[in-house]
């Protein structure tokens, strides 16, 4: 059975940009980052003291509507401080990953034999295509003649054709040795010189043109397929990916954006069924949700009988071992992960695991950009770009066998304290900015369309947000978070995670929005 697939990178993250425009308030317009700053220095705009900045706020209560645009919110939130003596302001850009810590995570990996250039995995031998084709004609014969079976017959017809061009000069098995690879960094213009007319690294470039990029694959001792994938994008951020499956090899191509690899399909709670919210695949049977082993496997040979808290110190223990200890975790669930096998004999599957994830921590105060993704664009036609910077994170994926996934999502580095112990907004302030806010970023345009939110946690941390006039760097800065559930009677949710209902910057008390990054 074949499934239809959502491609990701750019088409993510426009699905979850806002298209709705924002109101005509100073609250949410692009404001001057000098003024921010003033007010971080100004000792009569709030107060230092962060301990005090939320008075007895331990819970944030509250109950309103407006029937006119359709919202309703029910706050019942714990106020969550942290504990710090000063939240500042910092600069930050994003940092490349070097060679120098690839093989700081190789070695932490234990990745000891010969790894191949992942490309590979894109050559199609002859008996690749005869049995694409054999798929397809079998295919065929199953259609019926409705007008929708017509047109598919069609399009299999046409890429029987194509497979079958293909066949003449396709090699009739891979000669592993001329993709044998150290597991180091290139760039991608050499790469695309030493596999000449490779549509892989063709395609690569188009994404990733003067960057820096390795995706290379290996067997361990134990047969288990390993893959590890890094970029250097300045148009769609820096990453380090590893993925270990005894069943797939991850097949990645280029622009790995946002939080999960292109082999992950999606994730939900092992103890729950799976949602449309927890995958991202189409055009499925209308039950495929409910009874996702039905049509796919689980993977037995991947089990996890350790404990979550066994799961958290191997990640621990792991992150210690390579240098990375400013961060904590901030997840740790017991999970399904569907694995796509797509470039593999194997059909498609998932396997349950814990999903860890780690974010940064400054100030002992968490760094928060689980939200976005920030983005800009310039330039139209053949001159357009597109521009991409997602929020820092570390996520792990660990079974019995121990780290089978491990990414590091766009690092970031701090060049420069712009303001040392700002001074804050009463939360007195941010909440009465909230409530009147809310309502406003969240209305309808459809008069029977009605939205019901709740608050149920309310956290000071820190986010990145925009600099001014440059994409290249931003500024941490205090921020807070309205955590809940947002539900509208038209698209029922069925998904209890928490989502980010607004964020209200500290300083000055402005609307951030989590997308554009201000």
């Known amino acids: 059975m074949r499934k239809k697939i959502i491609v990701l990178g750019l088409i993510t993250v426009l699905m979850f940009t806002g298209c709705q425009k924002a109101p005509e308030n100073s609250i949410v317009k692009k404001k001057s980052f000098d003024n921010m700053i003033k007010k971080a220095q100004d000792e009569s705009n709030g107060s230092k003291d962060v301990a005090g900045v939320a008075d007895n706020y331990t819970i944030y209560e509250n109950e309103f509507?407006?029937?006119?645009?359709?919202?309703?919110?029910?706050?019942?939130?714990?106020?969550?401080?942290?504990?710090?003596?000063?939240?500042?302001?910092?600069?930050?850009?994003?940092?490349?990953?070097?060679?120098?810590?690839?093989?700081?995570?190789?070695?932490?990996?234990?990745?000891?034999?010969?790894?191949?250039?992942?490309s590979m995995l894109d050559v199609k031998t002859k008996d690749d295509i005869a049995k694409e084709i054999q798929r397809l004609k079998k295919e065929m014969k199953s259609l019926s003649s409705s007008d929708e079976d017509k047109i598919t017959k069609k399009e299999d017809e046409l890429s029987i054709k194509q497979y079958e061009k293909e066949y003449k000069n396709a090699p009739e098995s891979v000669n592993m040795d001329e993709y044998k690879m150290d597991i180091k960094l290139n760039k991608v213009d050499d790469?695309?010189?030493?596999?000449?007319?490779?549509?892989?690294?063709?395609?690569?470039?188009?994404?990733?043109?003067?960057?820096?990029?390795?995706?290379?694959?290996?067997?361990?001792?134990?047969?288990?397929?390993?893959?590890?994938?890094?970029?250097?994008?300045?148009?769609?951020?820096?990453?380090?990916?590893?993925?270990?499956?005894?069943?797939?090899?991850?097949?990645?191509?280029?622009?790995?954006?946002?939080?999960?690899?292109d082999t992950n399909l999606g994730m939900w709670p092992a103890d729950e069924k799976p949602s449309m919210?927890?995958?991202?695949?189409?055009g499925e049977e209308e039950d495929y949700y409910d009874n996702i082993f039905k049509y796919e496997k689980e993977y037995k040979n991947e089990k996890t009988t350790i404990s979550a808290d066994r799961a958290q110190q191997i990640a621990d223990d792991f992150l210690n071992k390579i240098d990375l200890k400013d961060f904590t975790c901030s997840k740790n669930q017991l999970v399904y992960e569907m694995i796509d096998s797509e470039g593999t004999e194997y059909d498609r599957g998932a396997r349950k695991v814990y999903f860890l994830r780690y974010l940064r921590q400054?100030?002992?105060?968490?760094?928060?950009?689980?939200?976005?993704?920030?983005?800009?664009?310039?330039?139209?036609?053949?001159?357009?770009?597109?521009?991409?910077w997602p929020g820092e994170s570390i996520d792990f994926i660990i079974n019995d066998d121990g780290i089978v996934t491990f990414n590091y999502n766009t690092p970031i580095e701090i060049t420069k304290t712009v303001v040392e112990k700002s001074n804050l907004k009463k939360f007195d302030e941010i909440k009465d900015t909230f409530e009147q806010m809310i309502t406003t970023t969240n209305s309808v345009e459809n008069s029977e369309e009605k939205i019901d939110m709740n608050v149920n946690e309310v956290v000071l941390r820190y986010m990145r947000i925009s600099e001014e006039n440059s994409f290249d760097t931003g500024l941490l800065v205090p921020v807070w978070e309205f955590l809940g559930t947002k539900e509208s009677n038209y698209e029922k949710s069925d998904s209890s995670e928490e989502k980010n209902l607004l964020t209200i910057n500290g300083i000055d008390g402005t609307v951030i929005d989590v997308q554009l990054g201000y």
Not at 73 to 88: G, R
Not at 369 to 388: H, I, P, R, V
């Open 65 to 118: 509507s407006d029937e006119k645009l359709g919202v309703s919110v029910k706050a019942n939130a714990k106020v969550e401080i942290p504990a710090t003596d000063k939240l500042s302001v910092y600069r930050v850009k994003q940092k490349k990953i070097s060679q120098n810590f690839i093989d700081k995570v190789v070695n932490a990996l234990g990745i000891e034999n010969q790894m191949y250039d992942g």
């Open 191 to 261: 790469l695309v010189k030493k596999y000449n007319n490779s549509e892989f690294y063709e395609w690569v470039a188009s994404h990733n043109k003067g960057g820096e990029y390795m995706y290379c694959i290996g067997e361990a001792n134990d047969g288990s397929k390993k893959s590890i994938y890094v970029q250097n994008n300045k148009n769609y951020g820096n990453c380090f990916r590893y993925f270990s499956s005894r069943n797939v090899y991850g097949f990645i191509k280029s622009a790995a954006i946002g939080d999960y690899l």
């Open 277 to 282: 919210e927890n995958l991202r695949l189409v």
């Open 362 to 388: 400054v100030d002992n105060v968490q760094v928060n950009n689980e939200s976005g993704t920030k983005f800009a664009d310039s330039g139209s036609g053949d001159n357009y770009q597109k521009f991409m």
